[in-house]
């Protein structure tokens, strides 16, 4: 399916926080082993998928993903959680990447022929603008319900529900 909008060389950009949240959109969840096969499939055996993860280092199981990701062959963009003080008695748990991917996706644009951004969140807009004025193709991968207006006016955009035979659990 995605072969069809892929030119030469190509990268994929997984923003995993909004990934976790679109799975519940979704009511499944996405093999991430059987994803990056469905991308060295549908974009070519070297596809570099990068994946930008905020784990808690003290949470084993956190680990175990991030080194599941490792060996599944993702080139892994790491942050530890901070806690921080949301009231006299709570912490909120903090661990954004969208800035670290949105740079990298343009400061890596001269390596690539077509970026794919696994997210729906608006804040990429303007890198995918930047990157579009190079004459790169984007691809924003999410679920109707979890993508931004302004990533569909931007890129050409898959449905993960479309995907669920290949890429489920």
Known sequence: MMSKFVKDRVYVFIDAANIFYTQRTLGWKISYEKL???FKRECGKDTKCFI???YDENKQSER???DMLDIAG????TKAIKKI???KDSRKRKGNLDIELAFEMVDVSDSYDTAVLMSGDSDFAVPIDRIKKKG???IVMSTRGRVAKELLERAKFIDLRKLKKEISQ
Do not use: D, G, P, S
């Open 64 to 66: 175990k993903f991030l």
């Open 52 to 54: 930008y993860v905020a």
């Open 136 to 138: 790169k193709r984007i």
């Open 85 to 87: 003080k949301a009231t």
């Open 36 to 38: 990056m096969k469905y």
């Open 74 to 77: 993702y080139i892994l963009r």
